[in-house]
């Protein structure tokens, strides 16, 4: 029979996951057992396959040969500058058929199906934590091991993530990359860009019927009407609490088990959930991404915005 070109024929035979050939079984392999024999020889870090290696070498020689057309801001690798220039496009080409939240790659849309399902294939070897994606996995055993493999060249504070030294290194820099076309601001961070333009581009499309309440996706659509028919799917076997959103049914959980696996890697200060390390390191950064467009005060929570709000409203 004749096999066609990118056909995939072979399979993992631990979760069933489609490939092209018995090589990328084989790498794919690592990310169940664990093995990471290519190592890097300046921080000793690990990786299941050589070309990882290759993309950790460019955060010790800073080298990025990938620059944005539209705003210059430079990438270490060329997948790094795709996704970038989506936050200039907005595309996101793949959507959730059970939710319709839309994801720019294809991984996090395959990520974001595990919400759904409640799949958690990584475990911690330590305390038995679960993940949905291996990077997650990685971060957190970092909590147990402290190691902070990733070291701002100018002061030497240490990170267990590349993201936090990226954003730590914009307070010597002063550097904003991610601009808004329609109003000129400027931010350190793509997240904060997006959460901005939601002030320009938010169309409203699902309406209740009850209240006249209106969201800008289905999800958050149907979240609400839980609130008028008092549905509660998600309970809790210890005390039998009942709640409308899975994550507050994650997040009312740890209130059981004490656990606090994420951490800041700042301080050490621990926490429940990644949310609130987020918020945390705020402290550390000194982002504060909710902006007053009254009298452009700025805030780290979106909460204290709209406390402030109220002063110039008159409530």
């Known amino acids: 029979m004749q096999t066609h070109i990118g056909e995939k024929r072979h399979f993992c035979g631990v979760c069933g996951s489609p490939f092209p050939s018995k090589a990328h079984v084989r790498i794919h392999m690592r990310t169940h057992t664990g093995e990471k024999p290519y190592s890097c020889e300046v921080c000793s870090t690990s990786f299941a396959n050589s070309a990882n290696l ?5 955060s010790h020689t800073g080298e990025k040969p990938y620059s944005c057309e539209i705003c ?4 270490a690798q060329k997948s790094c500058l795709r996704r970038h220039i989506q936050t200039h496009t907005g595309e996101k080409p793949y959507s959730c058929e059970m939710c319709g939240s839309s994801f720019a790659r294809s991984t996090h849309l395959k990520i974001h199906m595990r919400s759904h399902t409640g799949e958690k294939p990584y475990s911690c070897e330590v305390c038995n934590s679960s993940f949905t994606n291996n990077s997650d996995l990685t971060k957190h055993v970092r909590t147990h091991t402290g190691e902070k493999p990733y070291s ?3 002061c030497g504070v240490s990170f267990a993530i590349s993201s936090r030294l990226r954003i730590h290194m914009q307070r010597h820099t002063g550097e904003k990359p991610y601009s808004c076309e329609l109003c000129d601001s400027s931010f350190a961070i793509a997240t904060s860009l997006k959460i901005h333009m939601q002030k320009h581009t938010a169309a409203k499309l699902y309406s209740c019927d009850i209240c006249d309440s209106s969201f800008t996706n289905s999800s958050q659509f149907k979240l609400h009407v839980r609130s008028h028919t008092d549905e509660k ?10 709640f409308i959103r899975q994550s507050d049914y994650k997040k009312h959980m740890l209130a059981h088990t004490g ?5 800041c890697e700042v301080c050490g200060s621990s926490f429940t959930t990644s949310s609130h390390v987020k918020r945390h390191m705020r402290s550390h950064t000194g982002e504060k991404p909710y902006s007053c467009d009254i009298c452009d005060s700025s805030f780290t929570e979106n909460s204290n915005l709209k406390r402030h709000m109220q002063i110039h409203i008159g409530k």
């Open 54 to 58: 290759k993309r950790h070498m460019l």
């Open 72 to 75: 210059s801001s430079s990438f």
């Open 152 to 154: 701002c060249g100018v």
């Open 233 to 242: 799917p998600y309970s809790c076997d210890v005390c039998k609490s009942s």
């Open 259 to 263: 656990e606090k696996p994420y951490s």
